[in-house]
């Protein structure tokens, strides 16, 4: 287990270093001058030199990372070029909108993933299995952004039931704010549920056709139990390395359905600053997204040891 | 109105604006215009407005509530120094008075007495200094900072004038104190979460960044008070979602530029308010070929259908554009060539070496509808055009640097005749064509140290007819933009005459 820890975190900080450097190149990397794009058009060549000197640009993207991660060490993020707000007080107000989304989003799709994928490989080709997968298929041929229109469209214009745009803070009304996370969450959960269900109907099916499967059904074992606690955990390998991932994603925001809901989360706050090219907010987005991918595939690596104890990692 | 005013003052004085220019060029309404001002004023509840992006900071000199789209946010919380009327003309809000020198080099403001900011303290002629001296300064990274620069010296006459020196005569020097510089906030004191303060109806209840920022009306204000008790101003990014938000009555008010939401308003029980306020323009890099050919220029301006453009991509909603004297300027417009193909094709054969180049256009989808229907256009006289669409950042780079060989570019700049002429004289920091035009550079400053209207616009005339002449900049279309609201929402007054949008939120109210 030591050296699980030791090669997997070894690999991560490889990993965090070496997007870290890419990130703090990016400034030279992507067309479009960032004093610019914050000081308009009519900025004299003296406040762009000015602004210049004060993003650090001529320094190389090494040293830049390395004076972004001491103070990262100490809580200071930096302050974004276009508000002068520090990004860390930012980042307080939007990440915790994002998560909160991006559970929500997760509790939906795999409520609406684990019992259908259930139901439908107990009855592969059934009825409810082609239904099913059609759904699954509309759903993933469906962009976020038209799923989204029709949610509004159904939901706030003609039944009136959910508001079309906006976030009210849990903290201020906890009611108005499940009524602005549903429709975002929905459309970010079904997209998944559609993923996730495809996934595990698939590792079901095979799984149901293993012995020890066949065994328990000789037995006289009832269906409910046999899919739950026979061939559920080990078929659910793919499903949690997609949830990994899509958990992973999701942290860096959903600039689409944000945009279309008005959340103000983090794909807000990554969308905005890249247009402003207020790259000390892009790099703080990217490596607190990048820390989130790299934590959440080595929680996934671990999960697969409590759901299939055969697999080990590391010299056992 | 302004007072005192000198003869030669007629030409920025408001009300001489009236008389002078907008009986001839009444061409720009849009049948989409309305006004909710005709009922009695019904005081209290909450109007929620739902802007098209996120206010980030509400410091003037930031630039984030200065835009045409955000200049409401900016009204609800500060008073300018000058605003425009109903007609486009230039009226004073804050300031009570303007008179300049005979030179039009000094100019004598006069602010209204017993202005307070919200936290009580006097907004007098030093604070006025204070404000503009800061966003002079580097430092504050205004983007206002060359029209700043203008200013070379102001002094407190007393406590509520201010004589501003300028570094060259300018009779277009009050459209200056209409954004950034005119919004006076306070220089001594902030609010408690470190925001500035104004002197308007209405000061900070909440900014919930990212979300929504909501005003309490003043019950101090030293002008007529907001009806209103409070304003909400929601951040709607997507056009869609927005739209759909009015619909389902989570907002009141909304900021649109897309022309088939004009359209929609009609059969949704909503009413539309709007300007040709944006002008979508095509600006040649006249340095470099193949523009820097005038006959390259002309066969591409003769070339393109601009009633095609209105059609296409405005749905019919808005005008054509003639040229950089918008059609509600109290200036004349010019003479605009029209859709010729033959000459176009004549053009392009005495170019004699085949024209190719590239559009560089932003990402969004009005601009990638125009670009495709101009390469059309231009490939039916012989013309090659690549299209080359940017990000909004590497767009204003492309600007700046003039990497480009002809670029889409969608402005309010034109709203202000002044203004936009002097961006054509070959010194200009936003002369983006590279037009060098000596005749241009003589008329448009001898304009400039003009008083009266009728010679004023006698010489940008002139100027704007060489810059229409030399193909500087090619003009398509005058576009719709404005807001759309729900029948409840009254006072707003009719835009349609308005080169520049600017409504003030206390002047609004709810009528449920």
Redesign the interface.
Known sequence: MTSFWLGRGGRALAVLALLGVFTMALPQL?????A?????????P??IA??HSKLDLDQNPFVRFGNWIAQAVQGNLGT?L????SIAD?FA??LPVTLQLVLASQVIALGLAIPVALRQAWRPNGLMDRIATGISFVLLSMPG?VL??VL??LF??RL?WL?????V?FVEDPLGNLRTLVLPALTLGLAEAAIYGRALRSDLVTTLDQPFIHAATSRGMRPGKILVARAFRPSSLSLVTLVGLGIASSIGGSILVE????V??MG??AQ?A????DFPVIEAVVLVAGCAVVLMNILVDLSYRFIDPRITHGNN | MLKSLPKTLVAVAAAATLSLGLASCASGSTETTETSASSTPVDGGNIRI?LDR?V??LDPA???IVSQTTMVVAYTMYDALFTYGDSGEIVPQLAESAMPSDDLKTWTITIHPDVTFSNGDPLDSQAVINHIKRLQD??S?C?????A?EIGAMAAVDSTTVEFTLNTPNSGFLSMLTRNLGFIASDTAKDANGNPLGSGPYVLDEF?????VSFAKRDDYWGEAGHADKVTF?????T???Y??L??D?VDLIWTETPSQYTQAGADGLLAFSANSATSTGVFNTQKPPFDNVKARQAVQAAIDRDALLNVVNSGLGSISNGPIGSQSQYDQVEYPAFDKDKAKKLVAEVGDPISFTYTLDNRPQSQQRATAIQQMLKDVGITMDIKP????????A??KKDFDMLDMTTSLYGDTDGALYTFTSTS??NFSGLVNTEVDTDVTEARATGPVSERGELYGKAAQVIVDEAAIAFYTENPAGFIGSTAIKGIPDLSKRNIITVRPGQFWLDK
């Open positions: 992507i067309p479009g001058d960032p610019i794009a914050v000081l308009g058009t009519q900025a004299t003296e406040q000015l602004f974004s276009t508000t002068d707000a930012e107000r939007r952004f989204g229109l509004i469209y706030a214009v009136s508001p079309a745009t906006g976030w803070p945009t279309l809901f008005a103000p989360g807000r706050l905005g890249i247009l402003a090219r | 739902g996120e980030s900071s930031a630039g984030s580097p430092a990274k983007a206002c900072a060359f029209d620069s919930a960044k990212g979300t929504s929601m951040f709607l990014p997507d869609d979602s927005r759909q938000s619909v389902t989570a940017l990000d909004i950042s590497a767009w204003g780079q600007l700046m920091p936003s």
